[in-house]
């Protein structure tokens, strides 16, 4: 038996059963990704193994520095060949670590190599690979159509054309639904030069004069529109922190049109206009039916000087901490609420010390009236939190103070072709701890209950939730 069989990461006989009867082969709804609809659609094949695996991928450069590795064999010149060798040398210290993990999976499910990847074999994998690479089999589109996906959801920016999410639309040759997520990083943008250039853009792109904050709403309002049309369901957000403050819409006004002529607001004017800001985007969000996102709690692009050198994205982020989380983020949904512009909503937490604070918060918004069970959401352990550890801790933290019966599951927040493994280990941590609950005798084994609550969680839930 292989290091990658049905047993793997399942200590208990009736989590095999709930992994190998029902959560192994169900097809994927990928809610939250990063990965391009331009490079989908034009669906090039990979020059090497190198290029899919490293190209991009921050938590593998992590893991490399952390190794000793040279820069130059992580975001350097050296060859893909180098780069592979430094790669390889790096997984046999990485024990513990779910990279050791993932890599073995997706060497077993899309490369059929059971080998373990370390410094003395790293040639005869790196060989094996990149003959199969060349094949069609390798190609994005069919990567997707291998690993069981119904529907990925990408990331894109307000002004975005959408040009070639539309061209995947019209094309019968592919069945997968690649459809945009509305991220309005642009719109919190607290440097007040680039928020003036982006409210000039809105206004030209929308041909609306933007000279209030009710005419940058009507704006983008018609951009929510412009998503929708193209199959939008989702917006994402990603602050650093939840820091709500109230204000009157006359002092909102008034901050908004100072900044967007581009003057620089002071923090508690930054926080005023941006709390107005999210409250207004709900209630477009909630008129529309979607679901709304929220990433928070990175610290990103933390070294200054590697940033200068590689840019943003490039594996220099951490988890953050704020104060008083529990009251801007009860406050913050409760203002949406007040004014009936609360939507479906996940909060991701980033920093696990926060999980019961998230967990007992989207308890108090909970309600019946968008039609499906949980509309508040916990979001599946995002970033450094998608380990074992992390998510059995989001996990667990939802089961105790809500319905895990109702969660909508594991998204790849990634950027690469062959991430979808990232399903089927979420998917053992599942079975595995609700196995363990049975064996313990902490829940019955009844098997309709047990099969709908796996069924629900790694796919029916999402379906039903985000109507696509």
Request: proline share 2%; hydrophobic share 40%.
């Amino acid at each position: 038996m292989g290091f990658i069989n049905d047993r793997f990461m399942i200590g208990n006989e009736v989590g095999v059963r709930l992994y190998q009867d029902i959560a192994k082969d169900l097809p994927i709804i990928d809610y939250h990704c990063h990965l391009e609809a331009k490079d989908i659609y034009e669906n090039h094949a990979f020059d090497d193994i190198t290029q899919l695996w490293l190209a991009g991928d921050h938590y593998k450069w992590r893991a490399m520095r952390a190794n000793g590795i040279d820069e130059r064999f992580i975001t350097g010149n050296a060859s893909a060949e180098e780069k592979f060798q430094a790669w390889a040398e790096t997984v046999e210290a990485a024990f513990g670590n779910p990279l050791y993990h993932w890599t073995h999976l997706e060497l077993n499910h899309y490369f059929d190599c059971q080998l373990m990847l370390d410094s003395h074999n790293w040639r005869e994998v790196m060989d094996h690979c990149n003959r199969l690479i060349k094949l069609a089999d390798f190609k994005p589109r069919r990567l997707m159509e291998r690993s069981r996906v119904e529907v990925i959801c990408t990331t894109d920016a307000p002004l975005d054309s959408l040009e070639y999410h539309r061209l995947l639309q019209q094309d019968d040759t592919f069945a997968i639904k690649v459809l945009p997520t509305f991220r309005p990083d642009d719109v919190f943008n607290e440097d007040a030069v680039q928020f003036s250039q982006f409210t000039a853009k809105l206004g030209q792109l929308t041909q609306i004069e933007i000279t209030t904050f009710e005419q940058f709403s009507a704006a983008l309002s018609k951009r929510i529109a412009w998503f929708h049309e193209a199959g939008c369901r989702i917006s994402d957000h990603g602050p650093i922190a939840i820091d709500y403050q109230a204000a009157e819409p006359s002092r909102v006004n008034q901050l908004f049109m100072r900044k967007a002529s581009g003057e620089t607001l002071k923090k508690e004017e930054e926080r005023q206009l941006s709390s107005a800001i999210f409250v207004m985007l709900a209630r477009h969000y909630k008129a529309s039916d979607w679901a709304m996102q929220i990433h928070f709690g990175a610290i990103r692009n933390n070294n200054s000087r590697m940033r200068q050198q590689l840019g943003i994205n490039t594996g220099f982020d951490s988890i953050n901490d704020q104060s008083n989380l529990a009251m801007s983020l009860n406050q913050l949904l409760d203002a949406m609420a007040q004014e009936n512009a609360l939507p479906k909503t996940i909060l991701y937490n980033l920093n696990a010390v926060y999980n019961d604070v998230v967990a007992t918060t989207i308890a108090n918004f909970q309600s019946a009236e968008h039609g499906v069970k949980s509309p508040m959401q916990f979001g599946s352990g995002w970033w450094f939190n998608d380990t074992r550890r992390g998510m059995e801790n989001q996990l667990n933290s939802l089961a105790d103070q809500g319905l895990l019966m109702h969660f909508v599951g594991m998204l790849t927040d990634s950027r690469s072709f062959v991430s979808y493994t990232r399903h089927d280990y979420f998917r053992r941590i599942l079975c595995n701890l609700i196995g363990g609950w049975v064996e313990k005798g902490e829940v019955p084994d009844n098997k309709e209950i047990l099969a709908r609550m796996i069924r629900n969680i790694c796919h029916d839930n999402a379906n039903n939730y985000f109507k696509f």
